[in-house]
């Protein structure tokens, strides 16, 4: 499962940030996810929830936040959200786009006491 490799290197970066002698506990973790990394999030949750036994973050709320697929559009010259890779440019209808946006995944931030 692609998902719990992705939870188990959340964890090592959480317990990094975590492995300080004024954090007791990580209560919330936000993640972005692009519109186009591949995550399914279910099984992400599923993941996350074994993957932080043990660790000071077990028991945090992760909190997923969706990013939007952008691209460049070569025939109009503007920045889009396009919501599948092969969509067309919404402004001209145009077919030459580079995504921009929307690979990525990434902690935002983290809530601890």
Known sequence: ???MSLAEGIRRIVDQAADRPDVTRVTRVRLEIGRFAG???R???FAWEVVMRGSKAEG???EMLDLPGLALC???GK???I???LDPCPLCGGG???PEAGDEMRIKDLEVI
Request: hydrophobic residues 45%.
């Open 1 to 3: 499962m692609h998902e």
């Open 39 to 41: 995550v399914e999030k």
């Open 43 to 45: 099984a992400l949750a």
């Open 60 to 62: 945090a709320a992760l």
């Open 74 to 76: 070569y025939d109009c």
């Open 79 to 81: 920045t889009v959200e």
């Open 83 to 85: 919501h599948d890779r």
């Open 96 to 98: 030459r786009l580079m």
